[in-house]
């Protein structure tokens, strides 16, 4: 009988992270010394996740010792994760780094515990066993998600290439042992009971397993005495204070079942799937941030800068955002509003680092250019093309481009009084007119008119200037001639803000931009139509939606009510859905030829909120859809905007499928998943087959392309496919849902899941079967522009890395080389070529598997990371 002392900490969740910190703080305080004083309380688990001995250290930095000595005798367990992270709510890098990173910390304090301990994620990903094994782990241990068809509290649990651990069933949850009662007899009682509620489900030769903890639960200091007390009072049962990898070494592991695939069922723990579409503006932030370290500032910043001037301590700090965030309660949103801000903030700081670093990366390319001009450069691994906005010196038309504005000559031309020039001249001591528009040069002349006052702007800040001087220089030659008029102007080269269309640039790579015919058919806009040769799109005037070469009824709004709570997704007893606007308009934006774009405002009568099981209420809703077509394209992007005035209600938009569907394929962490068109419940939740998605769904042929609406549904039968684009509620947690009958967490009343305010939401559709790893590239990676000056040695066109045969998840600098992970989404085995390069595969902990040249082979549905030999 193995009894696991523990707390469970969640950072932030029904209070902010500040105040459970207070309460952590005090845990540890008086526990450590107790613990370390009393060696009959053998072991602890310190939850699994290193941040909370870091959020301990950062006030108590003296601890460290203790904590060290404590795990470095074994009786402290620590890690393998930094925090314990949803798994389908975050991209599949960052549960690699959010490992890496809690591995890597509890070295110093003598290792990581080797159990992936994953106790109260909303289910599990389907990639988790290979992800464990890739980091040297054989055993898991899981609580939601497990489905009926595991009777047992050990099984096999197989990844999609084939990967398996063997996974503890924690049946009773991670409490099944909370607040062990003070008297030996009263315990054994309670393991007498707890043995009789699990003993069909245990495996043969298998012990009990008893988790004596919860959530920011005590440790109860007398467990040690109670334990010695219990064993000497009978010989049915020996009970140990032991850890997680101390009892799994015995567990058993002859004729377990086995489970491939992911873990999501609400058979007998709730997985709350409501989580993935609550609060869509976190999921947005996540989704934003994410591309931005993962996919721009990496990769941008290991290719095109040198290995000394990488920014590991800046993106050191985005990952530590992205990772505290990735926290099931964090990224979840099912918490207060103020954890939700602070989720929202750290978003943005992530996403600023990761954007700042990107830029500098690619001007260090652009001012290695050999010729000056435009340079564009790809950030993905695969050669595509696509539009790019730019700015073009110069007048009039540009060849092969779309003009969306003008910047003339002459900016400003006045005559001001003497206060309003002070008040000039103060403003722009930053040399900053607006965003794209510095002060360079100061021109003052004097003549019989007067003054004259030139300023020479240009887009960059070229020439940092003492605008005080020039203040004072203005001023006091204005002040000794107070009848002479001060003429003041404003000059900058003209220039054009244009689209074009770019092809072929290099993955990885990049290119430059002359202007030249367009290279492919051109956008048209129409009246309620928009084409490009590829595809066509024409609105539907009677309802709003659209038909997609043909194929009609897409992007259908669908407004129902929702009497749930953060977690889950709950109808009202009398719900009133509205699908029907009264009214459509629909007009053209911009006519092409690089890009078409027509706005379609479709006005509805809403239901305002929903008050005893019952939608009462009304408001009246215009929701601005933008159907943009691009040269080159073979999809349609969708922008809906909309002031949300409703509570208690979700919005989806509807997409009947090209054929009925009976499965779904959607990406996950390092995989697309096949999903069917119901889920497994449980007598305390329903089964509701909404499902995650992390940028792509296919079904029935379409694509639908996202970014952080994660949640969607099979609906009419397979015949259509649901994306939910807001989910408005009012309750962290409610009591007595018609899906959940028992509440999820505290029932606090909260304003900020309700989104009360603006929406915009970003999606685009695909008929057809195009690689989605693809389409989600070509939506949501941009294309980068720069304008290098000249006077380098690179070429007008190249690629810096070369990779082939796989997804890349990711390009970054280490001490030991450029490091690079691929993944294979297919069924089928593939060759990964690195163009002649020379490396090692790795493992997550940074250890060499095997050497190879040129290329290697990845099996179906395999993860490598890779460590490149560097170039001479």
Known sequence: ????????????????????????????????????ADASYSRFLLDGQMAVVDDYLAVRPEGEAVLKRLAGSGRLAMGPWYTLPDEFLVSGETLVRNLQMGMERATEFGGAMDVGYLPDMFGHVAQMP??????????????RGVPSAIDCTGFWWEAPDGSRVRAEYLRGGYSNGESIPDDAKALVGRIRGWEAEIAHALPPGGGILFMNGTDHQVPQPWLGRVVAEANGLQDDYRLVITSLAEYLVDAPIERLPTWAGELRSGARANVLMGV????????????????????????????????????????????LQLVRNAAHDSVCACSVDEVCSAVVHRYAEARQIGEGLADRAGRALAASMAEPGVVVVNPSARGRGGVVQLDVPGEGPVAGAQVLGERGAVLADFSPPLDELTMLLSALRSQQIDDHTFINRVDLDEDDDGLRLTLHADARLRTPLVLDDVKAAVLERARAHPDAPVHVRILQPPSRTVLAHVDGVPGFGWTTWAPSPLPVPPAVANGATIGNGIVSVEVDPSDGTFALDGHRGLDRLVDGGDHGDTYNYSP??????????????????????????????????????????????????????????????????????????????????????LSPASVSRAECAFAVVERGLTAEGGPNERGLPTFPSRRFVSAGGLTIVHEGLLEYELVDGGGALALTLLRATGMLSRVGLSYRPLPAGPPIRMEGPQM????????????????????????????????????????????????????????????GGLEVRVFNPSA??????????????VDLRGAPVEPFDGSFTLRPWGI??????PTE
């Open 828 to 841: 089928s085995g593939t060759t990964v070529s690195f163009a002649e390069r020379r490396g090692w595969t």
């Open 130 to 143: 290979q992800l464990l094994r890739l980091a040297g782990m054989q055993h898991a241990v899981v609580w």
């Open 572 to 657: 009202p007893e009398a719900d009133v859905e509205v699908d029907t606007p009264e009214s459509v308009e629909v007009s053209v934006l911009e006519g092409g030829p690089v890009r078409a774009r027509l706005a379609v405002v479709r006005r509805y009568r809403w239901p305002e909120r929903i008050t005893r099981g019952s939608r009462v209420g009304e408001q009246q809703v215009a929701v601005t859809t933008t159907l943009e077509l691009r040269a080159g394209e073979d999809f349609v992007r969708v922008t809906a905007a909309f002031e949300n005035r409703c509570r208690d209600h979700r919005l989806r938009a509807v997409f009947p499928l």
């Open 276 to 319: 993935a579409s609550n609060r869509v503006d976190v999921k947005q932030a996540a989704a934003r941030a994410e591309r931005a370290v993962e996919r721009l500032a990496e990769p941008l910043c290991a290719l095109f800068l040198p290995p000394t001037a990488w920014p590991e301590a800046l993106l050191q700090t985005a990952w």
């Open 1 to 36: 009988m193995a009894i696991v002392p523990h707390t469970h900490w969640d950072r932030e969740w029904y209070s902010p992270f500040q105040t459970f910190r207070l309460r952590l703080v005090d845990l540890l305080d008086g526990f450590l010394p107790r613990f370390e």
């Open 864 to 869: 490598a990371t890779v460590r490149l030999t």
């Open 756 to 815: 009360l305010g603006p929406v915009e939401v970003r999606y685009a559709v695909h008929a057809g079967g195009r690689d989605p790893y693809a389409l989600a590239d070509d939506v949501l990676l941009p294309l980068v522009v720069h304008d290098a000056p000249g006077g380098g040695g690179r070429p007008a066109a190249g690629t810096a890395l070369a990779v082939d045969g796989a997804e890349v998840s990711a390009v970054r600098q280490t001490p």
